[in-house]
């Protein structure tokens, strides 16, 4: 659930936005996002709903302390995560490296200089397939960090795999149901970016992310909403972006980093 989270935020928000056009695109950037769930008024239902207190409980497991900034590195093929609050399992202040291409993502712990490896072998597109995508324009426009954005509706369905070896009560639901608000530019839509976006979209591997960022165009703004967080909505916004040039060691793990065990779902590298 860590990574899922980690991965979607990135590749809906971590958008190069500023103030003005730069002549180039530059050889990294630098953003900060702020992830946030937030209570909302439910449609009353139809029938008690079994998994109805789900959404509570995801709301505190995803953001326990409130709201999350986190600010991304991406540079060529590789990215950094600095989780500024708590964010699901994650210590306060952990750092998550990836490179493309690699079969995990390392994740650091300052506060006792120690790392684990996170498979990414099967990631959340692979595991669900190809959703159903509906992306509607509103017409809306809104400025966002100087930028010139357009909102858009869309809903998503993903059908829930059959795991071997793994029993589903026979009443919970085989498809997830997303609807949301997605506010993006297409300012930033040159080939000059194009090698950092494909360095956030084989980082995040989001089933329905080639829908919502069709034509170049890169979220700003999300707010997002399922079937199995009745009650609540994920939101997460772009709060300063910035190109930089960063030191090669900010990818790497310290030598002075001990690995440990990883929890439930890492892996073990050679």
Do not use: C
């Amino acid at each position: 659930m860590t990574a899922v989270l980690l991965a979607f935020a990135l590749i809906m928000q971590t958008a190069p936005a500023a103030a003005q056009r730069p002549a180039a695109a530059p050889a990294a950037l630098k953003a900060r996002l702020r992830l946030s769930v937030v209570k909302i008024e439910a449609p009353a239902a139809a029938a008690p709903d079994p998994y109805g207190e789900l959404g509570g409980l995801l709301a505190r497991m995803l953001a326990p302390e409130g709201p999350v900034d986190i600010d991304y590195v991406v540079a060529g093929d590789s990215m950094r995560a600095d989780v500024q609050g708590r964010l699901a399992t994650l210590p306060r202040g952990s750092i998550v490296l990836q490179r493309v291409g690699d079969a995990a993502m390392r994740i650091l712990n300052p506060g006792n200089k120690t790392w684990y490896a996170l498979s990414t072998d099967q990631n959340v597109g692979g595991l669900l397939g190809a959703p159903d995508v509906q992306v509607e324009p509103t017409g809306e426009t809104a400025t966002i960090l100087g930028q010139r954005a357009q909102r858009f509706r869309f809903s998503e369905t993903l059908r829930l795999p059959a795991l071997e070896g793994v029993t589903l009560p026979p009443d919970f639901p085989r498809e997830l149901q997303f609807t949301g608000d997605l506010w993006s530019t297409d300012a930033f839509s040159g080939e000059g970016y194009a090698n950092i976006f494909r360095t956030l979209q084989a980082f995040a591997a989001v089933p329905g992310m080639e829908a919502l960022t069709a034509g170049g165009r890169f979220p700003l703004r999300l707010h997002l909403r399922s079937t199995f967080m009745a009650g609540y909505e994920l939101r997460s916004e772009v709060t300063a972006i910035g190109p930089m040039q960063p030191n090669p060691s900010l990818f790497e793990v310290p030598a002075d980093y001990q690995k440990v065990q990883p929890p439930v779902g890492g892996m073990h590298e050679p």
